[in-house]
């Protein structure tokens, strides 16, 4: 049996915990391994404790964000490999060189012509094993470097495509709006796929698909593996509980 959140004493973190965590906006999954381990040690007088995550989020992306403590961390590969689910919004109409929010629109299509019907039918090509082309700006390293270091600082760099797995992939709503001026479609996917799937590439993707480009506005893990939302704790929260778990059982 996991022992997920169970940790009634600072030892119990050695021996090792998963915590579930919702990644807030904006932060890195780094962000979040830190803040934990910090917290940890701080609270036992730990000098050393393995705290690692089992998945990279994306700084704009929420959501299921799995922490393993301990020799727990002997079980990241696994957990890893589960299937993971989302709910995105692609943009349809707009593109950026990251794929999401976290860099400016780079060119605008109108895209008021977008139908529910269109999307359904463009969809098809995304389910099933697919071929697909990471962002630039991603984790992927090439030579050494990771590949969002080197789009950031203004370089190129080739990354191979790579063969994923949508294992689901159904049309939540699609809504048409005005931003900045520009006739824009909003899309909201639910996409259950295997490891290593980007999700802002089936949002360039798709978008090409339909000749008007696209990018995501939001992301969120609902689930990796059988952990799903109703789990989680935030950050704070999580940091409160360790703060107040004695150092050892009384």
Not at 20 to 39: A, C, G, H, M, Q
Not at 71 to 77: F, L
Not at 119 to 129: H, I, K, M, P, Y
Not at 191 to 199: A, E, F, H, L
Request: aromatic share 6%; hydrophobic share 40%; proline share 3%.
């Amino acid at each position: 049996m996991q022992p997920i959140m169970t940790f009634e004493e600072g030892e119990d973190f050695r021996t090792g915990q998963i915590l579930l965590i919702d990644k807030p906006l904006e932060w890195t999954s780094f962000d979040v391994v830190n803040k934990l381990r910090y917290t940890i040690r701080k609270t036992f007088g730990f000098k050393k404790i393995k705290v690692g995550h089992a998945g990279t989020l994306d700084p704009l992306a929420t959501g299921v964000l799995v922490i393993c403590t301990g020799r727990m961390t002997k079980q990241i590969d696994g957990l890893m490999a589960e299937e993971k689910a989302y709910r995105t919004t692609v943009r349809l109409g707009a593109f950026t060189p990251s794929l999401d929010a976290e860099t400016p629109v780079e060119r605008w299509v109108e895209a008021n012509h977008i139908t529910q019907q269109h999307v359904e039918s463009a969809l098809d090509a995304f389910r099933g094993t697919i071929s697909q082309r990471p962002p630039v700006f991603s984790a992927k390293k090439v030579d050494g470097k990771r590949a969002y270091k080197v789009a950031r600082e203004g370089g190129e760099i080739a990354l191979r495509v790579v063969e994923v797995t949508v294992h689901g992939l159904d049309l939540v709503q699609i809504e048409h709006r005005t931003v900045e001026g520009h006739a824009v479609c909003d899309v909201v996917l639910d996409i259950r796929c295997s490891k290593g799937t980007y999700i802002r590439s089936i949002g360039r993707d798709l978008g090409e698909a339909l000749g008007v480009g696209g990018t995501l506005a939001a992301l969120r893990r609902t689930a990796s593996g059988h952990f799903v939302e109703d789990q989680l704790w935030t950050v704070d929260e999580a940091v409160q509980r360790i703060a107040a778990c004695p150092l050892e059982k009384t």
